[in-house]
């Protein structure tokens, strides 16, 4: 993330979003959605995939939602989802940013510090 940036991904943002990808449920899903041909799948197609309750895909997918990692689409009597690949790229940018931002501080040696 540079200062010329348009729209910066704030860390309030990124914490969130980490939050939502820390749990390898939720990244399972979002794997199974980025694979769709059709680019959209419903939560029946996900349950379809995992061996969890249709109940705690949908938390999982309530999670992802919440963080704008995926849009929900509405098709007839069902909700599709799909991911939201500019907000991940959002997020590559920012933790890009981030970690080079890390790097470029010093280490601190225990003489500099007593």
């Given at each position: 993330?540079?200062?010329?940036?348009?729209?910066?991904?704030?860390?309030?943002?990124?914490?969130?979003?980490?939050?939502?990808?820390?749990?390898?449920v939720?990244?399972?899903?979002?794997?199974?959605?980025?694979?769709?041909?059709?680019?959209?799948?419903?939560?029946?197609?996900v349950?379809?995939?995992?061996?969890?309750?249709?109940?705690?895909?949908?938390?999982?997918?309530?999670?992802?939602?919440?963080a704008?990692?995926?849009?929900?689409?509405?098709?007839?009597?069902?909700?599709?989802?799909?991911?939201?690949?500019?907000?991940?790229?959002?997020?590559?940018?920012?933790?890009?940013?981030?970690?080079?931002?890390?790097?470029?501080?010093?280490?601190?040696?225990?003489?500099?510090?007593?």
């Open positions: 993330m540079t200062i010329n940036d348009p729209d910066p991904m704030h860390d309030d943002d990124i914490a969130t979003i980490m939050r939502a990808m820390g749990h390898p939720r990244l399972n899903i979002l794997r199974i959605l980025a694979r769709q041909e059709r680019g959209e799948c419903c939560c029946a197609d349950t379809d995939e995992l061996t969890l309750a249709q109940s705690t895909v949908s938390q999982h997918i309530k999670v992802l939602l919440d704008g990692l995926i849009e929900r689409r509405p098709r007839g009597t069902r909700n599709c989802y799909i991911v939201q690949h500019e907000r991940l790229a959002a997020l590559g940018a920012a933790y890009t940013g981030m970690i080079a931002e890390f790097g470029n501080v010093a280490p601190r040696l225990e003489a500099e510090t007593a």
